[in-house]
Nanobody, 122 residues
Framework: QLQASGGGLVQPGGSLRLSCAASTFGLDGYAIGWFRQAPGKEREGVSCISSTGGSTYYADSAKGRFTISRDDAKNTVYLYMSSLKPEDTAVYYC?????????????????WGQGTQVTVSS
């Protein structure tokens, strides 16, 4: 099971740190992706990190504002989001895929968290 947390209501320009924790398995050896789904829109990939943490990817919308990191000792992956915009409002999901591959193809991920709501509004 994966659990995404850390969402909330934040003003434009603010920041949040999302966490993705696993309760029944260790995240080491798993690539982790963050996805989001805004109302009325399809889910999109935001960022991902390889199983070793050595490689990361950011969607254009996230570049320069979001940072993904992992702490395998705490069995947690983080997505730090800064300079938030109203268009970042969405439910954010984390997903895990065992192995060396990483990317934002949803079909590749085996485990999904339940999502955490991020609302950016004044």
């Amino acid at each position: 099971q994966l659990q995404a947390s850390g969402g909330g209501l934040v003003q434009p320009g603010g920041s949040l740190r999302l966490s993705c924790a696993a309760s029944t398995f260790g995240l080491d050896g798993y690539a982790i992706g963050w996805f989001r789904q805004a109302p009325g829109k399809e889910r999109e990939g935001v960022s991902c990190i390889s199983s070793t943490g050595g490689s990361t990817y950011y969607a254009d919308s996230a570049k320069g504002r979001f940072t993904i990191s992992r702490d395998d000792a705490k069995n947690t992956v983080y997505l730090y989001m800064s300079s938030l915009k109203p268009e970042d409002t969405a439910v954010y999901y984390c997903a895990a895929r065992r192995g060396r591959w990483f990317g934002v193809n949803e079909d590749e991920y085996s485990y999904w968290g339940q999502g955490t709501q991020v609302t950016v509004s004044s």
